[in-house]
Nanobody
Framework: QVQLVESGGGLVQAGGSLRLSCAAS????????MGWFRQAPGKEREFVAA????????YYADSVKGRFTLSRDNAKNTVYLQMNSLKPEDTAVYYC??????????????????WGQGTQVTVSP
């Protein structure tokens, strides 16, 4: 089992920044690729970004490319999502997830094995 705990969400004005963190415990963190997804009210969960076990390979949704940066610190068992130039349409609950395929950088939520409880991000106009 892998336990994931997100933090860093909050309320920010459009154009502002937030950094989300996802702390993992329970298994060897570097054995997992990590991803972030988000879900806005009334919408389906959507992919945001993913990183492989080493941090050397990342992939972003077009909607966040150039504004969000995903990184990981395997020594701290933590993955970070730096979100800049936030827009009201970024408002959602953000979830981190772990994929037991360590080299995987997948956009498909069904391929992730463990999920955090989510953290709310609200961007005001």
């Amino acid at each position: 089992q892998v336990q994931l705990v997100e933090s860093g969400g909050g309320l920010v004005q459009a154009g502002g920044s937030l950094r989300l963190s996802c702390a993992a415990s329970g298994r060897t963190f570097s054995n997992y690729a990590m991803g972030w997804f988000r879900q806005a009210p009334g919408k389906e969960r959507e992919f945001v970004a993913a990183v492989d076990w080493s941090g050397g390979s990342t992939y972003y949704a077009d909607s966040v490319k150039g504004r969000f940066t995903l990184s990981r610190d395997n020594a701290k068992n933590t993955v970070y999502l730096q979100m800049n130039s936030l827009k009201p349409e970024d408002t959602a609950v953000y979830y981190c997830a772990a994929d037991a395929v360590p080299w995987g950088v997948t956009t498909t939520s069904n391929e992730y094995d463990y999920w955090g409880q989510g953290t709310q991000v609200t961007v005001s106009p």
